[in-house]
């Protein structure tokens, strides 16, 4: 390699690339969706971004949290056809119990996709 390049295998992020492949594979069936929805989300705090998404019925969000630190972050969701029950992280299962605004935990730097869980549907 030139000088002051690392082979890619030996970088600290190398062993990640699996997980981050099949975390991308999970979510591409919402990430191919059309890019607009007749429904909004907003995160408090601006280190915070916020996409939204329509899939099979039910809302989902595209979480991205820039900052360094970690932070709860409060999402207001507007519009959507339903008052969702939870906000489902669809990379680990794990539920937050939502309504119309709920709180997100998010690690420094974090990413996800979470279903916003319509009443009487399956987790």
Do not use: K
């Not at 969706?33 to 996409?51: I, K, L, M, N, Y």
């Not at 900052?67 to 299962?93: K, M, R, W």
């Not at 794990?94 to 119309?100: L, M, Q, W, Y």
Request: hydrophobic content about 35%; some cysteine; glycine content about 8%.
């Amino acid at each position: 390699p030139a000088d002051g390049v690392m082979p890619i295998e030996e970088t600290d992020w190398y062993a990640e690339l699996p997980t981050i492949r099949a975390q991308i594979t999970q979510a591409l069936p919402v990430l191919r969706g059309p890019h607009w929805t007749s429904w909004h989300a907003a995160a408090s705090g601006g280190a915070t971004r916020v996409g939204t998404r329509d899939h099979q019925g039910e809302g989902y969000l595209i979480v991205v949290h820039e900052s360094d630190v970690s932070e709860n972050i409060s999402i207001t969701v507007s519009g959507l056809p339903y008052t969702p029950v939870a906000a489902q992280n669809c990379f680990t299962g794990a539920e937050t119990p939502a309504s119309s605004t709920f709180t997100l935990n998010l690690a420094p730097r974090a990413t996800g996709v979470y279903r916003l869980r319509a009443p009487g549907s399956a987790p």
